[in-house]
């Protein structure tokens, strides 16, 4: 495990290893996706659902840094040819003025009663950002229901979100409580990113060379 991920935040590595999912792997991940970058909050959800009498869990780790959101998926998988388990990871990393929205839904109970400092029940995190889309495709048809000729494939281009379901009843008011804080920290991050025109040129152009040497211009993408 790489000191420079869970030594900067140990509250998410205390997550991680309470959790006891994969926690050496996702800190390892985390710690190659940081480069060195500090973390400022953290997000760590797991789910738990069943399939086929199998047992499935996938966790979502969001870490904010200063100039960018990393974003992590993992799913443990049982291949049918092998008796030994799997871990699928997914990692981006995504430049703070590329996050175009952080939208925050929540469902109160018995809203007649409410009081303020009452907290929701249940929270639901949207994140958009742009550069990135992914293509949903399934069988096109007819409007002729005995149509049987193929009629190839339709989609649509979708772009990039990420969407965070969160309980009271099922993960806890403390965890629910965080990711809301989590939310409001994130949202007011990429505000203050969209609205600083210098950081943004900073993000995208390439660093000062020494005198005297050729400038090689180099493009680099946001998302890894």
Known sequence: ??????????????????????????????SEELEGAAPLRHLLHLETHVEHAEVHRHATILVLTAQALVILHVDDHQPEDSSEAVANVSAETVALPRVDSVVVSAIYPRPHEHRPGDGPRELTVGIAWSGGSRLDLGPAGCGDPN?????????QSVREDLVVRISADADGAKHLEHARSFARTLRSATSEAAWNPVAERAEHQPAAQPSGRPTAWLSRGNHR
Do not use: K, W
Not at 17 to 29: E, H, K, T, W
Not at 147 to 155: A, L
């Open 1 to 30: 495990m790489s000191p420079s991920t869970p030594a900067h935040d140990p509250d998410l590595l205390t997550q991680l290893n309470r959790v006891g999912f994969y926690p050496a792997l996702i800190a390892d991940v985390l």
């Open 147 to 155: 149509c049987e000729v193929d009629h190839g494939m339709s989609g």
